[in-house]
Nanobody, 122 residues
Framework: QVQLVESGGGLVQAGGSLRLSCTASGRGFSNYAMGWFRQAPGKEREIVAAINWSGELPYYPNSVNGRFTISRDNAKNTVFLQMNSLKPEDTAVYYC???????????????WGQGTQVTVSS
């Protein structure tokens, strides 16, 4: 298993940008598909981006498509989430996660970071 640590959260005004990073320790980072999830107070956790092991196949739900970009650097064991045109409804704790299963199945993600808070003010 990999251990994941997120960074880069913070407070930003609506329309602004943030870049989240997630660094993995442990072996075999490039064997994992990676994902970013978020959970707002009183809401269920939802996936906001995922990427396959090579970084060539990203996935985004409609809620963030065109605003968020996921990427990875396997040489640095790091995955990124660039978030642009942020909205107050993007406010949540953002989690990085890893899976050796299918990136298309959110339930397959079994390794999780501790989360980083993103707050978007109106």
């Amino acid at each position: 298993q990999v251990q994941l640590v997120e960074s880069g959260g913070g407070l930003v005004q609506a329309g602004g940008s943030l870049r989240l990073s997630c660094t993995a320790s442990g072996r075999g980072f490039s064997n994992y598909a990676m994902g970013w999830f978020r959970q707002a107070p009183g809401k269920e956790r939802e996936i906001v981006a995922a990427i396959n092991w090579s970084g060539e196949l990203p996935y985004y739900p409609n809620s963030v498509n065109g605003r968020f970009t996921i990427s990875r650097d396997n040489a640095k064991n790091t995955v990124f989430l660039q978030m642009n045109s942020l909205k107050p409804e993007d406010t949540a704790v953002y989690y990085c996660a890893a899976t050796r299963g299918s990136m298309w199945n959110p339930a397959s993600f079994g390794s999780w970071g501790q989360g980083t808070q993103v707050t978007v003010s109106s």
